[in-house]
């Protein structure tokens, strides 16, 4: 637990998992150390802060996310396809076990909202990404071999952002897996 060596890079995934289940009010100090599995020195020699390895977590999210999703519209030719395959990427990124612990952005997003100009920017940005990658798979032709408009594709992909983050925040609070089935069903049937 207090090894004067440690993975860096490890040590920041690590802290990304306690935050997104904690939140960051929720994480008091001992439980991130124990999560990192390091010692209060070797925190504050390579972390600084609390909020500072909050912040390296949050880039890192956003970072993973937005090549995993580049990734996946890579594999997928028509634009159902793609849509789907983000969905269930996402949804299976937001639960652990059977249990759902949502977007972190949009779990940050509404703990912190606007209250931290750094966290905010990092928000926005994060947001931007999910909704480009959203919009480069809508990109992709339909099944008939149509496509949409560029003003339709990010019409359709801010949308998809606001139903997967609001569909993400519901199953966090308990809305049944039949419901949360049904809505995602919903989602992907609404693009053309």
């Not at 207090?2 to 439980?31: E, I, R």
């Amino acid at each position: 637990m207090k090894s004067k060596s440690f993975d860096p890079n490890d040590a920041l995934d690590a802290s990304l998992q306690v935050f997104w289940q904690g939140g960051f009010g929720g994480t008091p100090m001992p439980d991130l150390l124990k999560g990192m599995e390091l010692g209060r020195a070797s925190f504050y020699n390579a972390f600084k802060s609390k909020r500072l390895v909050f912040l390296a977590a949050l880039d890192l999210y956003i970072s993973k996310v937005d090549a995993g999703l580049a990734e996946l519209a890579r594999d997928v030719t028509t634009r159902r396809e793609a849509v789907e395959a983000i969905l269930g990427a996402i949804f299976q990124l937001a639960r652990s076990g059977n249990v759902w612990r949502g977007c972190f952005l949009g779990n940050t997003a509404l703990e912190l909202g606007q209250e931290d100009k750094e966290i905010s920017v990092r928000l926005k940005r994060g947001i931007e990404l999910l909704q480009k990658r959203i919009a480069a798979a809508l990109s992709k032709p339909a099944s008939d071999g149509s496509h949409l408009s560029p003003a339709q594709r990010d019409q359709y992909a801010l949308f998809l952002v606001a139903g997967i983050q609001g569909l993400l925040v519901l199953a966090k609070g308990g809305l049944p897996q039949k419901a949360i089935d049904d809505i995602a069903s919903t989602l992907i049937e609404a693009i053309p």
